[in-house]
T-cell receptor, first 114, second 115 residues
C-alpha cells in the first residue's frame, strides 16, 4: 500500500516568513495528491490537490507541485500569517479497482507567531 | 448546505464496553469513510461504505464494524473497547467525483476516551 513521509514538526515561524513542508510518498501507479489542513478544534479540510504529474495545486497562497520523478509534493507559502497556524497533512490516494482511499502522513504542526 | 455531521462529539467509555458513532454525509454524497486519528498522528483508514456495503477496509480488527443506511448515513461500532481505542474518529463523505480522486469532506469527529 501507499506510505507517506512528512516533515517532522513542530514548525514555528514568524509572520511573513517563507514556509516549506516536505512530503514524499510511495505508491503504486499515479495517485492524486492532497494536502489537508486541520485548524485547532476543527475537522480536516482540503487545502489543495494535484491529480497528475507536474500539476500545481494552489489555494489561500499555498502551493504544491506534483513531482513524479522525486515522488514528492512539498507544500510552500511565500508569506505565512498567524491564521495559518494548524496541522498540515499530506495524503496520496490509492485505489483498488474502483475504490479509492487516502493515506495520511503523521502531520506537521505549524505555529506562526506575530 | 449542511456539511458532514457526527455525533456524539465527545464520549467516555470503560474497557470492554461497546460504542456506536454516527455520521451524516454532506448533501449529495453517497460514500462514507471512517478514519481513526490517535493523538499526534495522522488519520488511519478504517473502512468505506457505498450502497450500504463495505467496499474496502483498512488494517483494523473485526471489533470495528459499520453500517450504511438507505439515506447514506453511517454508523461505526466498536466492541470490547480497549484503552488503545481512545482516539478521534473522523467520518468523511464523497460524491461521484470524490470517488475518482479521493477528495473527501470531513466532519469534526467524535472524541472517544476509554478508561
Amino acid at each position: 500500500g501507499n506510505s507517506v513521509t512528512q516533515m517532522e514538526g513542530p514548525v514555528t515561524l514568524s509572520e511573513e516568513a517563507f514556509l516549506t513542508i516536505n512530503c514524499t510518498y510511495t505508491a503504486t501507479g499515479y495517485p492524486s495528491l492532497f494536502w489537508y489542513v486541520q485548524y485547532p478544534g476543527e475537522g480536516l479540510q482540503l487545502l489543495l490537490k494535484a491529480t497528475k504529474a507536474d500539476d500545481k495545486g494552489s489555494n489561500k497562497g499555498f502551493e504544491a507541485t506534483y513531482r513524479k520523478e522525486t515522488t514528492s509534493f512539498h507544500l510552500e507559502k511565500g508569506s505565512v500569517q498567524v491564521s495559518d497556524s494548524a496541522v498540515y497533512f499530506c495524503a496520496p490516494n490509492s485505489h483498488s479497482g474502483s475504490n479509492y482511499k487516502l493515506t495520511f502522513g503523521k502531520g506537521t504542526l505549524l505555529t506562526v507567531n506575530p | 448546505d449542511a456539511g458532514v455531521t457526527q455525533s456524539p462529539t465527545h464520549l467516555i467509555k470503560t474497557r470492554g464496553q461497546q460504542v456506536t458513532l454516527r455520521c451524516s454525509p454532506k448533501s449529495g454524497h453517497d460514500t462514507v469513510s471512517w478514519y481513526q486519528q490517535a493523538l499526534g498522528q495522522g488519520p488511519q483508514f478504517i473502512f468505506q461504505y457505498y450502497e450500504e456495503e463495505e467496499r474496502q477496509r483498512g488494517n483494523f480488527p473485526d471489533r470495528f464494524s459499520g453500517h450504511q443506511f438507505p439515506n447514506y448515513s453511517s454508523e461505526l461500532n466498536v466492541n470490547a473497547l480497549l484503552l488503545g481505542d481512545s482516539a478521534l474518529y473522523l467520518c468523511a463523505s464523497s460524491g461521484t467525483s470524490g470517488i475518482d480522486t479521493g477528495e473527501l469532506f470531513f466532519g469534526e469527529g467524535s472524541r472517544l476516551t476509554v478508561l
